[in-house]
């Protein structure tokens, strides 16, 4: 198979994690006789350094014509404490999300087992979690309009969604919950807003089309409990921007880390991956970032965007092979870690080609 993957690194750990993950893509390629050839673009803090813009129209373009996008994060400390900045690296983010039409963000919550210990959630409540998110990525209220008023001294950010936006992230769920446990859970907040009225009202419509799934609808509020009072109730959670991008860093607590989660956005055109994690500028540089979250993503890019089901098993096996051999990253490891089995990102990454 010949594919082009374009590497947006982009800001922090981005730049070091990626690398890991081209590697892994590199390794496949070899080892399953594809050719992908690789280009790069840049976003977020990087674009802005060399642009002044967090998406060049440049990168966007070599977007729109690669056949896949592993990304890395962005960020920079920089913006975080000056709320005034009016370009901001996480404009590119958002930017790329909406002209790529990524309106599907899958974040699958795998727990290996080795795992079970790096949690703060006690491993009989884990063990068997498997949970699939389907965050909606391109609208409600980080697209609305947005402004200030009197002044400055009154902010507002509206939250949106159409009818046609709610249906075609729900069917997308429908879809993989038959692929799954069969089990679906809406969440929202339709005891008080207006868009998660709309949002029940189309999955229960949707619903009529898949009879096999059992569905059920729970508030954001209660959800943020019951992932940790019983992450295993869950199979696949469908639910809003907001809400999503909130839910998933309580969930990646279920992995033990956010540096094992992956992310794949897919909509119109080309496909996002992903790992869930920021830039982490405290350890950029430092070379111990977990880069497991953007091989699973590459992982995820050759199953979605590519068909190729096997070499992503194989990407996932051989994490799992790395884990159970005892190697681990600093955020991964425990009290009973031995020192010489922690290693830094280059190192595991190592490991896990050597399994490949
Ligand atoms: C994510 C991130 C982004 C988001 C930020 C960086 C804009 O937190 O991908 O989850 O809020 O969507
Ligand atoms: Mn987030």
Redesign the pocket.
Known sequence: MKKNILIVPGDGIGQEVTAVGKKVLDKIAEKYGHEFTYDEALIGHAAIEATGNPLPDESLEKMKKSDAVLFGA??HPKYDNDPSAKVRP?QG??KMRKELGLYANLRPIKLFDELLGASSIKPEILKGADILFFRELTGDI?FGEKGRKDNGDTAFDIAQYSRFEVERIARKAFEAAMTRGKKLCSVDKANVIETSRLWREVVQQVAKEYPEVTVEHQFVDATAMLLIKDPKRFDVVVTANLFG?IL??EASQIAGSMGMLASASIGDGTGVYEP?H?SAHDITGKGVANPMASVLSAALLLDISFGLKQESEDVINAVDQVLKAGFRTGDIADSSTPKDKILGTDAIGEEILKRL
């Open positions: 962005v960020g996480e983010l958002l980080y991008d998933t860093d869930i920021g």
